[in-house]
């Protein structure tokens, strides 16, 4: 089979990885397939197998705009024509906002738009301070999905999209998890890791953005009396060195900056702690959990009570609480589980990568009727 997938760039972030895996694994299992990059900028490391194509040159952004947008949809359209050689691709997955407009503003044949993230959620925190703009961006959202077929990575983002962004209980989606490759997770896990610290620490992975919550972190971890120190695996930004400061943490955190390979990093840790205001599918937990690393996450509508309702329901703690925040990371570290009793089958790349197959298949079969 023949497969697209469209993204803005393949800078860090978990939507970026798991579309790297999931085109390598297709790959792998002989298909042909295609990662078309909206701006050549990359963070990770290409996927083996997989035909790399950008709009841009190396290094350059794209616009972001009105007529960003549209220059985009054309070029994309034109590419798509010239990868496909008269063998019309089999299925056309974008994902993220950004890349689904542009790839539905280019018409292609085949196309879904993968969901990675509860989007009303994100539209409610808005709302909060700019309740105008999250009307826009609410009705950008219905018009961007309502007419389209769409793959969710939980069955909790599968739900937003029906009832938060009031698509309805009939609109397609497909529920397909991101794929993990737990062997190769572990080999990774095993390489060095320069930089990592050489006592206990706990770590966060993730970009500083308000979504992630580093202020609700920061605050729990205040309130702890461990001798651990808090790593984050993010860029260095001005505005979080200030709230580390303020916090009068600056000896008990370390900025670590984004890592390519995480892995090391996670398996050393005495504890992985996610603790934002919303998530789709995320896969630091799983990833985590395969290294051995217990968890701990806030139960946010989607995403971390599917991955530890029935595996670890202990690591759930109430959304937006640092002091039960503090209380829960305290716990799993006097009580750590044996992760490697936990079933995480659910997850494991073949699934997913048959998924994909089997939407795939009944694309043809559809277009055969």
């Given amino acids: 089979m023949k497969f697209a997938w469209v993204i803005t760039n393949l800078r860090g972030g978990g939507a970026e990885k798991a579309v790297a895996k999931v085109g390598e694994g297709l790959a792998r299992r002989g298909h042909v397939v295609h990662l078309i990059l909206l701006e050549h900028l990359l963070e990770h490391v290409p996927p083996v197998g997989v035909v790399l194509s950008a709009l841009t040159g190396p290094g350059q952004p794209l616009a972001k705009g009105w007529l960003g947008v549209r220059w985009a949809a054309w070029r994309l359209r034109r590419l798509v024509h010239r990868l496909e050689q008269g063998v019309p691709f089999d299925l056309v997955v974008s994902t993220l906002p950004f890349a689904d407009e542009v790839a539905v503003r280019a018409g292609l044949a085949r196309h879904w738009c993968r969901i990675a993230n509860t989007l009303s959620v994100e539209v409610q925190r808005l709302a909060r301070t700019q309740p105008a ?14 007419a389209r077929p769409l793959i969710a990575v939980s069955d909790g983002v599968a739900e937003d999209v029906r009832g938060g962004l009031g698509l309805g209980d009939r609109h397609p989606v497909r529920r397909i998890y991101n794929p993990f490759d737990f062997e190769a997770i572990r080999v990774l896990a095993r390489q060095s890791a320069p930089g990592r610290p050489v006592g206990r620490y706990v770590i966060h992975v993730g970009r500083f953005t308000p979504q992630k919550r580093h ?3 920061l605050a729990a971890w205040g309130r702890l009396d461990i001798p651990h120190v808090l790593v984050l695996l993010t860029a260095p930004h001005p505005e979080l060195a200030a709230m580390i ?11 670590a900056g984004f ?21 789709g599918m ?11 690393t217990p968890v701990v996450a ?17 690591a759930l703690v109430v959304h937006d609480d640092a002091v039960a925040l503090a209380g829960a990371m305290a716990h799993m570290l006097a009580n750590p589980p044996d992760c490697a009793q936990l079933d995480l089958s659910a997850f494991a790349a073949e699934a997913a990568l048959t998924a994909y197959e089997q939407l795939a298949a009944s694309q043809n079969q559809n277009n055969n009727l």
């Fill in 215 to 217: 202020d609700l972190l």
């Fill in 282 to 292: 995320p896969n630091v937990l799983v990833e985590a959990l395969i290294c051995g």
């Fill in 298 to 314: 806030t139960d946010v509508p989607s995403g971390p009570a599917e991955i530890l309702g029935r595996t670890l329901p202990q």
């Fill in 259 to 279: 890592q390519a390979n995480p892995y090391p990093w996670m398996a050393g840790a005495d504890l992985l702690v996610l603790c934002s205001d919303h998530e």
């Fill in 133 to 146: 703009k999250a009307r826009r961006r609410l009705a950008r959202y219905r018009h961007l999905y309502g």
């Fill in 245 to 255: 400061a303020a916090a009068g943490l600056a000896g008990r955190v370390v900025v």
